[in-house]
């Protein structure tokens, strides 16, 4: 991402399993994503040397036997939707095992 409005907007194009994955907070029936502000103020806040164990601790539980994982994101040559949105795709994919353990199509540029 570049900078926490393009956090925020694929956030917000997360849908409702996803955001049930992240823990986001549930509002009546519907899991609310944090807005641009938290986002920004958790990322600010954080020490590097916590979000780095939370993201081995993530990698651990769901990379299985891969060392690391790649999170990568490309955009679709012609790939327009009815809107002239341009679509975009961010996946995490194990190093050793090539799994794909998650993909996600947007249109807000990532």
């Given amino acids: 991402m570049r900078g926490y ?6 956030a917000n194009a997360l849908g409702p399993k996803a955001r049930a994955r992240f823990g986001c907070r549930r ?3 519907v899991y609310r994503v944090p807005s641009t502000f938290v986002i920004r103020d958790c990322l600010v806040r954080i020490e ?6 939370a993201l081995a ?7 299985g036997t891969d060392q690391g994982i790649s999170i990568d994101g490309k955009t ?3 790939a327009i939707d009815e809107d002239g949105n341009q679509t975009h795709i ?6 050793e095992t090539a799994t794909c353990f998650a993909q996600k199509k947007s249109t807000v540029c990532l």
Avoid at 57 to 63: E, H
Avoid at 90 to 95: D, E, N, P, R, V
């Fill in 5 to 10: 409005s393009a956090i925020a907007q694929w």
């Fill in 48 to 53: 590097a040397g916590a979000l780095d164990r």
């Fill in 57 to 63: 601790a993530w990698n651990q539980t769901w990379g």
């Fill in 27 to 29: 509002v009546k029936g």
């Fill in 76 to 78: 679709m040559k012609n």
């Fill in 90 to 95: 961010l996946s995490a994919i194990g190093h």
